[in-house]
């Protein structure tokens, strides 16, 4: 996986490039947010849960109908902040998708069950770029942690700044047109 940090790079570049009249800001929280809560099946490896199991990292809650979920239990919670219903929901969910597919083009794992509870399988993206992440921090903290940083900031930030770069030009030429 990605370090949790860079998960929220793509809704994060994405929602500053469309800007804050199609995504307001306690939107872009809720997807920045969202982005970051697959990772929280890392609580299944203290509770005796398999690795390879459904309910084990990268099992369900990377899965398509997990990201259906959020976007849908987000939207009550943003409409309290007079956030758009169709906004919340496709933003959050494109935030939670973007979570599995950078997970799916990692360099280590088991793969995603983006399917899931359709078909148990993982899988990857047809070409894994991105450094898997060590979970343990003490791991982290070595040149392993380093390269991480390094293949994120080329594979995930860079693209997304440049996402989000293109998405505000395209913004402006809209509103020059108008």
């Known amino acids: 996986m990605p370090t949790i940090i860079s998960h929220l790079a793509v809704p994060l570049a994405a929602g500053l490039g469309l800007g804050r009249r199609i995504v307001p800001t306690p939107l872009l929280v809720g997807g920045v947010v969202a982005s970051m809560l697959p990772d929280l099946d890392v609580v299944g490896f203290k509770l005796g849960i398999a690795y390879a199991s459904e309910l084990g990292h990268r099992g369900f809650s990377h899965s398509l109908v997990f990201a259906l979920a959020v976007a849908l239990l987000a ?101 020059r047109v108008r």
């Open 75 to 175: 939207v009550p919670i943003l409409r309290r902040f007079q956030v758009n219903w169709a906004a919340s929901f496709w933003f959050v969910l494109f935030a939670v998708v973007s979570h599995d597919l950078l997970d799916a083009f990692t360099t280590g794992g088991k793969g995603v069950a983006l399917f899931w509870p359709f078909s148990g399988s993982r899988f990857f993206a047809p070409y894994q770029v991105i450094e898997v992440s060590p979970i343990s921090i003490a791991c982290f903290m070595s040149e392993r942690g380093v390269a991480v940083l390094l293949s994120e900031l080329r594979w995930v930030w860079i693209p997304s700044i440049a996402l989000g770069a293109a998405l505000w030009c395209c913004r402006r030429l809209l509103c």
